[in-house]
């Protein structure tokens, strides 16, 4: 009995090693049809493989496959740097805030005209940065926030 298990180590890893062998074989398959190699002494004529190597690229565009494209090396966006783009005036809105009921009632007319905004948090101050375009809509926020009681500065936007 003794001398039974110490063989069936050895064969069992035998035939599993012969099985993964010819799993291998099967899934990996030498190709039936191999290409006559041509005499290494011979030397091609480089017409001759351009014609080769230009009939291989013009015949790309006649696969059959789909869903597949061939992948790009390089991408070219030009740019119209002729039009002059119009500049608008940018006005922005500072407000701090003393509680979170202020940041709740910013948040509530913020969310009605459509504004969006930056919320700056340094340990207990928090201050409200908005930038727009629309200098009748950042008014009109700061009259509505003048009812909160809420303190804000508009001012024009000044880029560095």
Request: net charge negative; charged share 20%.
């Amino acid at each position: 009995m003794r001398r039974a298990a110490y063989w069936l180590f050895p064969i069992i890893a035998i035939f599993v090693a012969v099985f993964i062998v010819i799993f291998m074989i099967q899934i990996n398959p030498t190709p039936t049809a191999i290409a006559e190699e041509s005499n290494p002494h011979e030397k091609v004529s480089s017409n001759e493989s351009n014609e080769s190597s230009s009939s291989w690229m013009n015949g790309l565009h006649l696969t059959k496959e789909k869903e597949y494209s061939y992948p790009i090396n390089e991408v070219v966006i030009e740019m119209d740097t002729q039009s002059s783009v119009p500049k608008s005036h940018k006005y922005h809105l500072a407000v701090l805030l003393k509680d979170s009921y202020e940041f709740f009632c910013l948040k509530q007319e913020i969310k009605n005209t459509n504004l969006s905004y930056l919320l700056n948090q340094e340990g207990s101050a928090m201050s409200v940065d908005i930038d727009s375009d629309d200098y009748n809509a950042l008014a009109n926020l700061l009259l509505k926030l003048k009812t909160y009681q809420i303190s804000a500065t508009l001012s024009s936007f000044k880029e560095d």
